[in-house]
């Protein structure tokens, strides 16, 4: 009897394409779970993919707004960055919560772990919540034109239901989030 969990991909080949201090893409001759030839192609990310929902004691977050490249439009999110692999998640998170918005938080809750796209890359996300915080200067990257708005945290979870906010790690972050609401676990 065959294990469904088991790899069912076999490799003939496989050529770097692309590599650069972010990512690694690489082209696959494969042969298929159903045996047939095929190809495949992986983008490996270099970082974990971290992001943070900070929450005050009024129920307001903070979003950042900035222009995101890869989609070719302007996104509203929770403080996101990517950390080393190497690197505790949770100090990765506290340096980007840190870097875009300049607050600290006291109380830090892990959320959701989760894969963005796992048709094409092995990109891994951790997403936090963080709360008891205070406001410091924000320290962003010279490559980073960020926005940051305080919104109470009803008119986020709004805008993740009518499609405002299309960043999937929010989107998932803000759904946990609602859902510890509704249990009264926050």
Not at 84 to 104: M, N
Not at 112 to 134: F, G, P, W
């Amino acid at each position: 009897m065959q294990n469904h969990e088991e790899n069912p991909w076999k490799i003939t080949s496989e050529k770097e394409i692309y590599d650069n201090p972010w990512i690694k893409l690489t082209h696959y001759n494969v042969v298929t779970p159903t045996g047939t030839n095929g190809i495949y192609g992986k983008v490996h990310f270099k970082n974990r993919a971290i992001g943070v929902l900070p929450l005050d004691e009024e129920m307001n977050t903070y979003l950042v707004g900035q222009y995101r490249f890869t989609i070719n439009q302007y996104s509203w999110e929770m403080p996101e960055g990517g950390g080393p692999l190497d690197e505790e998640p949770l100090d990765a998170a506290r340096r980007e919560l840190l870097e875009e918005t300049g607050l600290k938080a006291n109380q830090w809750t892990e959320l959701v772990r989760m894969h963005l796209s796992n048709s094409v890359s092995d990109e891994y996300s951790i997403c936090y919540l963080a709360q008891n915080l205070e406001q410091f200067e924000a320290e962003p990257e010279e490559t980073e034109q960020l926005i940051v708005k305080k919104v109470p945290f009803a008119e986020v979870y709004k805008m993740v239901c009518d499609g405002t906010i299309t960043d999937s790690m929010t989107v998932a972050a803000v759904l946990r989030a609602q859902l510890l609401i509704l249990e009264g676990k926050l």
